[in-house]
């Protein structure tokens, strides 16, 4: 039995558990808080910050796991470095961690490999901010080097949002690192999320792409498949295999872009499951969750296989629930009384304003709006 430590115990982590007890593996799930979703459905579990070097390394220490999966952007990643070289397995791999949980070291990356980007400056205060601005010009987006899902995030029109644009992004930063990238606004035609699988002695695999919609930087819904010219996907997948390649290791990559008329342009990446990608679990015959597991377990994959067309959508709180407030979802009787529709919940026990609760799962956008109006969450 392969014994897995996972950094990071949310909604994707959840899923990543599930798939690991299919292939018989132990899961030691690991966050800074008690009860975390993926931590209900593991064999054991720690709470600990894992930002904290030595905590990160005493954990290792005492668990002795035959692999490490980063699931969240908050790691001391530079001790994922040091762990490598003492010998542990970090899934995708040390590198791939350390470069893509900082959107700076990422993105320097990715200009270093020649794939081009948005362009881009940082800030480590309120004066560099609006110097980075001055270059930038507007609009521009202004968000935290290292948090996740959007947050943090402000799109800025002219100088009257620069403070409250600081002020959010370090209020939503994760970590300790107190800047913040400045980045060109691109007028793209959508976004596409294109799910690589990096194998030890096969070729790297490519997930049907990924369409999907933000709202102030998160993701509220995505779809499978997304339709793309083919030179534009062909073009996609080169930049995704130049880029994973670099980063190495095995497992699934989240690769973000903005899709333009002509062009592609590379966004983010993430070294794990990505959030828009959860729509895989209604539509292929393997989920990105199952993939990461084989692809780091060094299991055979033999094909991904559309299946079926899918569509997902969020569950959150609304405005009026408070912090930390004991929550219920109601409405999921008639939700799942349509058809072609499935929820999945993911068991946080408190909601605040904009909190990712769970997701609707669907054969189509209408369904799966249609289901969402049902479902309400409610203090307890």
């Known amino acids: 039995m392969k014994k897995i430590l996972l950094l990071g115990s949310g909604e994707l982590?959840?899923?990543?558990?599930?798939?690991a007890h299919r292939l018989g593996c132990q899961i030691i799930a690991c966050d800074s808080y008690a009860e975390a979703p993926a931590m209900q459905l593991a064999h054991s579990c720690m709470v600990f910050d894992m930002l904290d070097r030595?905590?990160?390394?005493?954990?290792?220490?005492k668990v002795q796991p035959d692999f490490i999966v980063p699931e969240i952007e908050a790691i001391r990643t530079e001790e994922l470095l040091n762990l490598e070289g003492k010998g542990y397995n970090v899934v995708p791999s040390a590198k791939a961690?350390?470069?893509?949980?900082?959107?700076?070291?990422?993105?320097?990356?990715?200009?270093?490999?020649?794939?081009?980007?948005?362009?881009y400056k940082y800030a480590e205060n309120i004066e560099e901010l609006r110097e980075a601005i001055r270059d930038i010009g507007f609009p521009c987006i202004v968000k935290p080097v290292m948090s996740s899902s959007?947050?943090?995030?402000?799109l800025i029109k002219n100088e009257t949002y620069i403070e409250v644009a600081w002020e959010m992004a370090r209020k939503n930063m994760r970590?300790?690192?107190?800047?913040?990238?400045?980045?060109?606004?691109?007028?793209?035609?959508?976004e596409m999320t294109l799910l690589t699988v990096r194998q030890k002695d096969a070729e790297t695999l490519f997930c049907p792409p990924i369409g999907h919609k933000q709202l102030n930087g998160d993701y509220v819904e995505s779809w499978q498949p997304l339709?793309?010219?083919?030179?534009?996907?062909?073009?996609?997948e080169k930049i995704s295999k130049l880029v994973t390649d670099d980063l190495g290791g095995y497992g699934i990559f989240g690769v973000e872009f903005f899709v333009l008329e002509n062009e592609i342009i590379f966004s983010e990446l993430s070294p794990r499951p990505h959030d828009t990608g959860m729509v895989t679990m209604f539509t292929q015959n393997l989920n990105e969750f199952d993939l990461h597991l084989r692809a780091l377990l060094k299991l055979p994959i033999p094909n991904i296989l559309l299946l079926r067309k899918g569509h997902s959508t969020v569950i959150k709180a609304g405005d009026e629930i408070s912090r930390n407030t004991n929550y219920e979802i109601v409405g999921l009787q008639k939700a799942l009384r349509?058809?072609?529709?499935?929820?999945r919940i993911f068991g946080k026990h408190k909601a605040w304003p904009g909190r990712r609760l769970g997701v609707i799962l669907s054969s189509d956008r209408e369904n799966g709006l249609a289901a969402k109006k049902f479902i309400s969450i409610v203090k307890k």
């Not at 959007?150 to 402000?154: E, I, N, V």
């Not at 339709?227 to 534009?232: F, G, K, R, S």
């Not at 349509?338 to 929820?343: A, G, Q, S, T, Y």
């Open 13 to 19: 982590g959840r899923e990543l558990v599930i798939s």
């Open 54 to 61: 030595e905590k990160l390394r005493n954990a290792v220490e």
């Open 97 to 119: 961690v350390n470069l893509t949980m900082n959107r700076d070291a990422i993105r320097d990356r990715a200009r270093y490999l020649g794939v081009k980007t948005a362009n």
């Open 150 to 154: 959007g947050k943090g995030q402000t």
């Open 175 to 190: 970590g300790d690192r107190n800047k913040v990238i400045v980045e060109e606004f691109i007028n793209f035609s959508f």
């Open 227 to 236: 339709t793309v010219d083919p030179e534009l996907l062909k073009n996609a």
């Open 338 to 343: 349509l058809n072609n529709v499935d929820i």
